[in-house]
């Protein structure tokens, strides 16, 4: 099985920037489609992103589009999300996990199969 650790989060200004990694270990992360969600305090999990294997094709929350950017490295077996303009409704704990991929956008939460431990990322006024 993939194991996932989540790295880069932090206290950032309005208007900041953060990158968040995702490292694999166990298995090849090339193997599997990788999505970004998100926690709010209160709030329902969320999607943010997701890549493919290859890294051919992307996809993106509303709430993301135009501010965040998901790449990959599969010689490095990490995934990374560039998260720019930063908001404080963009506090939460982020979370990524690994899919095989069975549809499109892997949207929902139930179509992944491993889950990091989350990384905590607060946005100042």
């Known amino acids: 099985q993939v194991q996932l650790v989540e790295s880069g989060g932090g206290l950032v200004q309005a208007g900041g920037s953060l990158r968040l990694s995702c490292a694999a270990s166990?298995?090849?992360?090339?193997?599997?489609?990788v999505g970004w969600f998100r926690q709010a305090p209160g709030k329902e999990r969320e999607f943010v992103t997701a890549?493919?294997?290859?890294?051919?094709?992307?996809y993106y929350a509303d709430s993301a589009k135009g501010r965040f950017t998901i790449s990959r490295d599969n010689a490095k077996n990490t995934v990374y999300v560039q998260m720019n303009s930063l908001k404080p409704e963009d506090t939460a704990v982020y979370y990524c996990?690994?899919?095989?991929?069975?549809?499109?956008?892997?949207?929902?939460?139930?179509?992944?199969?491993?889950w990091g431990q989350g990384t905590q990322v607060t946005v100042s006024s």
């Open positions: 996990a690994a899919t095989y991929g069975s549809s499109w956008p892997p949207a929902s939460g139930y179509e992944y199969v491993a």
């Open positions: 166990g298995r090849t992360l090339s193997t599997y489609t």
């Open positions: 890549i493919t294997r290859s890294g051919g094709s992307t």
